[in-house]
Every structure is written in structure tokens, then in C-alpha cells.
């Protein structure tokens, strides 16, 4: 089984950035990507970004592309989602998840998730 822990969720104005953390530890080597989800008050969760953990292939949401970016760090075994340019519809919950692959990340076919981090940006 992999644990993960997101962190650096908060409250910052329109415009704003904010980075989040996930970090894994248990089963690491069960990892084959790992992405973010999101889901705002009253919606159902959606597919942010994610990023294969063998080759650091990146895949967006059109709405995350080019103010979003997902990174990983092999040696922490943390992925990070930095977010600029953020809106006060980017407010949700920000949860990390780990699959066996890209394709079963985005079909919700996920092994782990994280307990999520409330992310709120003001107008």
C-alpha cells in the first residue's frame, strides 16, 4: 500500500500562486503515476494533472494548461503542483492520487489517494 500526504493548501488572492506538496512512502515501487484531482463545492472531482513517474511524462485539463505544473522530486518521492495565475473557480479540495498508469489515473482507477487540502482563491 502507498500512503500520501498533500500539503500547502491556503487561501491567496486572484493571481495569486500556491504550490502543493504529495508525499509517498510505503509500496513505492507499486507507482507508476501519480496526479492530482479536484473537487469543488456542489461538483463532481475532476482530473487536474498528472506525471508518469518513469519518465516524467506531463498530462493537463485544458484549464490547468499553461498556469499549472506538475513536477516530482524521485529522491523525496514527492510529487508538487504548482499553480499560478489562479482564479476563484480553481477553489476545491486538492487531492493527490497514485495509479498504475496514466490512462487508469484519468479513468479513476486509482490505488492511493491523499486526505486533500483545501486550496481557496479570493476575488
Known amino acids: 500500500q502507498v500512503q500520501l500526504v498533500e500539503s500547502g493548501g491556503g487561501v491567496v488572492q486572484a493571481g495569486g500562486s500556491l504550490r502543493l506538496s504529495c508525499a509517498a512512502s510505503g509500496r513505492i515501487g507499486a507507482i507508476f503515476a501519480m496526479g492530482w484531482f479536484r473537487q469543488a463545492p456542489g461538483k463532481e472531482r475532476e482530473f487536474v494533472a498528472a506525471i508518469n513517474w518513469s519518465d516524467d511524462y506531463t498530462y493537463y485539463e485544458y484549464f490547468a494548461q499553461g498556469r499549472f505544473r506538475i513536477t516530482k522530486d524521485n529522491a523525496k518521492t514527492t510529487v508538487y503542483l504548482q499553480m499560478n495565475s489562479l482564479k476563484p473557480e480553481d477553489t476545491a479540495v486538492y487531492s493527490c492520487?497514485?495509479?498504475?498508469?496514466?490512462?487508469?489515473?484519468?479513468?479513476?482507477?486509482?490505488?492511493?489517494w491523499g486526505q486533500g487540502t483545501q486550496v481557496t482563491v479570493s476575488s
Open positions: 492520487a497514485a495509479a498504475k498508469g496514466l490512462a487508469t489515473l484519468r479513468a479513476l482507477k486509482i490505488d492511493s
